[in-house]
């Protein structure tokens, strides 16, 4: 029986942030072609993105992408070379790793913008 180990959760999280990412790339389309409708509908829509919950929401963004494309560097090793699977796990807590210190990271950079200022 599956037991839902390390596995099941790396599989599960590079799905999750393949599916936000890609709810980013539709977001970030949909947002540059609205300049067709004309400046003051394209302004509207940026004022709306510059409330909190879409700058926490870049945060989460940026964490995802960094998981998703570690996590994908750790899936080509595990296919790729004959000691990957050996090491699957002490590579998923690398990736966990990797992708909380890049959150950190782009927390403290977003910071002065998250809390209003520029």
Same mark, same amino acid.
């Given at each position: 029986? @599956? ?5 099941? &959760? /790396?599989? #599960? ?6 599916l936000?990412?890609?709810? @980013?790339?539709? #977001?970030?389309?949909?947002? %540059? ?15 709306? @993105?510059? #409330? &909190? +919950? ?14 998703? /494309?570690?996590?994908? #560097?750790? %899936? %080509?090793?595990m ?32 910071? +002065? ?6």
């Amino acid at each position: 029986m @599956y037991r839902g180990r390390e596995g099941q &959760w /790396a599989f #599960l999280l590079h799905r999750l942030s393949g599916l936000a990412i890609l709810t @980013y790339l539709l #977001l970030h389309v949909f947002s %540059i072609g609205s300049f067709i409708f004309g400046e003051r509908f394209y302004m509207a829509i940026h004022e709306t @993105y510059d #409330l &909190w +919950p879409f700058r926490i929401g870049l945060l989460f963004v940026t964490a995802g992408v960094v998981y998703h /494309a570690f996590n994908g #560097l750790r %899936i %080509i090793i595990m296919d790729f070379t004959g000691f990957g699977v050996a090491y699957q796990r002490q590579m998923w807590y690398g990736v966990l790793l990797i992708s909380v210190v890049a959150f950190i990271g782009a927390a403290w950079t977003l910071y +002065p913008r998250l809390i209003g200022g520029y």
